[in-house]
T-cell receptor, first 115, second 114 residues
């Protein structure tokens, strides 16, 4: 059974600081997704990482994937209040009966950025 | 609209009643997914459609849950004889068929069973 673990689950940061959220998964996968969710809202796609060593950046967020270590990171640079949200990683297990749909989500990291 | 559209956005129903939740995916997206989000269980996969067929129904929690998709577009998730534990946000998502494409989520249908 594929397990996806995020840490930390709660993160309180000051504006201007840097931090990293970690996403570990327990079985082979070559597709990893990061999403953002604001309270009462749906999931907003941030990144799709498809290969070992993939790195993508958008604004103050940068995501990377190490398939050998089964680890993805979401790095936040110089945090601002607008980044406060819950961040989820999700993994698609390789070879799961050919399905593309069975994304397994982590429990989410609730980020609060304080002035 | 340009995004995944779901209705109703909110639904309160009495225990034992049936409910239908509707999803209209992004135009041209052949893959459609249903997920459920609740406080206790996080985000759970329910079912996946490729066109009108459902190659993966592994996440449906019981035989009270069913889903169909017609015309390769709109999908309906039906919950029969609702129970309180069915209370959750039901999220629909869609993507282009190729693996690795971005999966776009709708705003969800908030279901409360009283």
């Amino acid at each position: 059974e594929l397990k996806v673990e995020q840490n930390p689950l709660f993160l309180s940061m000051q504006e201007g600081k840097n931090y990293t959220i970690y996403c570990n998964y327990s079985t082979t996968s070559d597709r990893l997704y990061w999403y953002r969710q604001d309270p009462g809202k749906s999931l907003e796609s941030l990144f799709v990482l498809l290969s070992n060593g993939a790195v993508k950046q958008e604004g103050r967020l940068m995501a990377s994937l190490d398939t050998k270590a089964r680890l993805s990171t979401l790095h936040i640079t110089a945090a601002v209040h607008d980044l406060s949200a819950t961040y989820f990683c999700a993994v698609a297990p390789r070879g799961y009966g050919g399905s593309q749909g069975n994304l397994i989500f982590g429990k989410g990291t609730k980020l609060s950025v304080k002035p | 609209g340009a995004g995944v559209s779901q209705s109703p956005s909110n639904k309160v129903t009495e225990k034992g009643k049936d409910v239908e939740l509707r999803c209209d995916p992004i135009s041209g997206h052949t893959a459609l997914y249903w997920y459920r989000q609740s406080l206790g269980q996080g985000l759970e996969f329910l079912i996946y459609f490729q066109g009108n067929s459902a190659p993966d129904k592994s996440g449906l929690p019981s035989d009270r849950f069913s889903a169909e998709r017609t015309g390769g577009s709109v999908s309906t998730l039906t919950i029969q004889r609702t129970q309180q534990e069915d209370s959750a946000v039901y999220l629909c998502a869609s993507s282009l068929v190729a693996a690795g494409n971005t999966i776009y989520f709708g705003e969800g249908s908030w279901l409360t069973v009283v």
